[in-house]
């Protein structure tokens, strides 16, 4: 296993400010969403007036008194409180701790309903993966490969998973093309229920006219969800995330399902912008990089 901890974890590449500047970047990126879904579901949260399907820690203990009382917007501001400061490096092992408990908390709260938000597992476990690094070293740069290496891992794990999940239940015969078909009429009552009116796109209209194109696109999908680990490896990360994210696109076309977060955090983690941050940082003067080298590890 030590072959792929040197992939994930970048064991052995040298540092640079552009890695640095981006895993804030990231951080900027998890901080201004766990803030923004605390708030939303805090005040989501007082119109609750029980629990219909339990998840997660919901399924442990008693979750009503987040409801119909301020305790989900106590619990909001203390998440955005343990954020920023493990954000800014402030005992970073207890709060991003503690952020983490609080924002599965708000989660499983939230979501109890019988509906179940998917974009907010990878920003939930990046703040797991910012914990657990803060808990395995004290060295800014290990802190910092760590984490990424545990996100590139729980991304990839994810998409294979799913694939493989596919599998078990139905084998091969999951990429029939008929299936598409089925899956296609039950979003069109929906979009139909919601808005008064549907209308097939041409990718719909392809798949549902010709059984071998919707096997394609199911086929298509299913490969690029077992082929998710390559999100693992340097080399071939750009490539399975411009695979994934066409998965989602796909998704969209074709059932009017936008995982919208999901080609966010691909974007994000799928490419070398580290790389892109170096060679920018090298047309700056050397008084500019020193500043940002010095703001950067200020809080790393």
């Known amino acids: 296993m030590k072959w792929l901890a040197r992939h994930l974890f970048s064991i052995g590449r040298p540092d640079s400010l552009g890695q640095a500047i981006y895993f804030k970047l990231i951080e900027v990126y998890v901080l201004y969403y766990v803030i923004t879904w605390a708030w ?4 989501y949260m007082q119109s609750i007036e029980g629990v219909v399907h339990p998840l997660g820690i ?3 203990i008693d979750v ?15 998440l955005s409180l343990m954020v920023l400061l493990g954000f800014f490096r402030v ?3 207890v709060t991003w701790s503690l952020a983490m408990l609080s924002f599965h908390l708000h989660y499983a709260s939230r979501y109890v309903l019988g509906e179940i938000c998917h ?13 657990a690094a803060a808990w395995v070293t004290h060295d800014p740069l290990m802190r910092r490969r760590t984490a990424l290496g545990l996100m590139y891992f729980y991304l990839g794990l994810a998409y294979f998973l799913g694939g493989m999940s596919k599998l078990v239940a139905s084998g091969g ?4 093309g008929s299936h598409l078909w089925l899956w296609i009429s039950e979003k069109s009552v929906d979009f139909f229920s919601k808005f008064g009116y549907y209308e097939m796109n041409w990718i719909q209209e392809l798949a549902v006219n010709h059984l071998v194109i919707a096997t394609l696109l199911l086929a298509g999908g299913l490969i690029v969800e077992l082929l998710g680990v390559l999100l693992w490896f340097r080399v071939t990360r750009p490539y ?4 994934a994210i066409g998965l989602h696109l796909g998704i969209h076309f074709a059932m009017n399902i936008l995982f919208d977060m999901f080609i966010y955090q691909l974007l994000l ?8 941050l170096d060679r920018w940082a090298k047309r700056w003067s050397p008084r500019t990089r020193e500043r940002v080298h010095a703001l950067a590890m200020r809080f790393a």
């Open 40 to 43: 939303k579901w805090g005040r």
């Open 58 to 60: 919901a399924n442990h």
């Open 64 to 78: 009503t008194f987040m409801y119909g009382s301020n305790v989900s917007l106590w619990n909001a501001a203390f």
């Open 91 to 93: 005992a970073p092992r």
């Open 119 to 131: 974009s907010s597992n990878f920003v939930g476990m990046s703040v797991l993966a910012f914990a």
């Open 173 to 176: 015969n999951w990429a029939h």
């Open 240 to 243: 399975a995330a411009l695979a």
């Open 269 to 276: 983690i799928g490419f070398h912008w580290d790389d892109l």
